[in-house]
């Protein structure tokens, strides 16, 4: 009750520029996640239709993690030259039209074009909006928003698993990527309703030459930015080795159909949810590396019960605990990474060094 209460007041001291920056930032990795899991639940029909194995088609995922530092990188480095906005806008536009031109792929090479394509917007987006988000909020509401904020990845999941089950049986895989397009429409909220970073506006004051300043900042912090390259390298082997592949488990090895693999993918994301939100938040008393060995340490003994529990409902509930534990430890991700970056690459360190984790 004292946590609940205390998050309710985090919620209250937000003014509204504050606000609609956190829910378009939020709304913005959300919906990039939602891009990239719909094709994780269509992998099999896909492969059909282009007359390839699963295990090709699965290149189309390691080809969009393998482009997304590219993307981190590009603009990352628009974002602190131009400020996080205009940057931002420009990269949900872009994974909108990469997913649009999903959906009409006419081969499996051009598919493979089109998600590295993707990729590239996709590992953009993420450095932005945590800049964005974490520069904008009070000191003391980071360590909650931090964990909601990551969570935009697990509602994307759950956003994608709906929509799945609503579309996929009337419209099939190409139709999920024609929705797939819907996020650009949420542009036209950033542009109307989202302020420039005022930390980027501060620092833009206090900068001469751009160039100068970031090679500087990457000379001086390079064993930083090793030590967060290796962290992310374990979170996304955490957090893809858990959910990519988990839907083509569920229906190959499991044999379960439409219904119970999205309803699965609904309460994993719920999972997710329920622990970035209240871990983020507990890291603000716990600390930020103590609550990321505690999830850590307890997912690794869920594993049994999460893959190889005998029955749905004990598969569902292992799942569940799963994700709690993993996003549980994402949800610090965002704060810690934005609390450990130099100012003057705010906008490309954390998500340059997130994205070539998943190398």
């Known amino acids: 009750m004292k946590h609940a209460v205390e998050a309710i007041r985090l919620f209250k001291l937000l003014n509204r520029d504050q606000r609609n920056t956190f829910v378009a930032c939020f709304l913005g990795w959300a919906l990039d996640a939602f891009d990239f899991f719909l094709l994780t639940f269509v992998i099999v029909p896909m492969a059909r239709d282009f007359s390839t194995s699963v295990a090709d088609l699965s290149y189309a995922i390691t080809i969009t993690l393998a482009m997304r530092p590219v993307g981190a990188f590009i603009f990352g480095l628009l974002g602190d030259r131009f400020g996080r906005r205009i940057p931002l806008m420009t990269d949900i536009i872009f994974y909108s039209l990469m997913e649009l031109l999903t959906a009409f792929s006419p081969n499996y090479t051009a598919l493979l074009i089109f998600r590295a394509l993707y990729g590239i917007g996709m590992g953009g987006e993420w450095g932005l909006g945590a800049s964005l988000a974490m520069e904008t909020l009070p000191t003391q509401a980071r360590g909650l928003f931090s964990g909601v904020l990551q969570q935009g990845y697990a509602f994307g999941y759950l956003l994608a698993a709906v929509v799945y089950w609503l579309v996929f049986p009337l419209f099939g895989w190409r139709g999920l990527f024609v929705a797939g397009a819907l996020p650009a429409l949420l542009v036209l909220y950033i542009r109307a309703r989202v302020p420039e970073s005022p930390v980027w506006l501060r620092q833009q004051h206090a900068m001469g ?12 912090h390079w064993a930083l930015f090793l030590y967060v390259i290796l962290l992310m ?62 999830c850590c340490v307890l997912g690794i003994v869920l594993i049994p019960l999460w893959v190889f529990s005998p029955g749905y409902t004990l598969l569902v509930i292992g799942g569940f605990a799963m994700q709690f534990m993993v996003q549980g430890a994402w949800g610090i991700v965002p704060v810690h990474l934005n609390e450990l970056s130099p100012d003057a690459v705010r906008g490309t360190f954390p998500g340059f060094a997130y994205q070539l984790g998943n190398l």
């Open 209 to 220: 030459d751009f160039w100068k300043q970031v090679l500087f900042v990457l000379k001086r």
């Open 233 to 294: 390298t374990a979170f996304n082997a955490m957090s893809h080795g858990t959910q990519d592949m988990y839907q083509t488990f569920l229906g190959e090895q499991r044999h379960y159909g439409v219904t119970q693999k999205a309803t699965t993918g609904i309460i994993y994301a719920f999972g997710a949810i329920c622990g970035g939100t209240i871990v983020g938040h507990l890291s603000q008393k716990w600390g930020r590396r103590r609550s990321i060995v505690l």
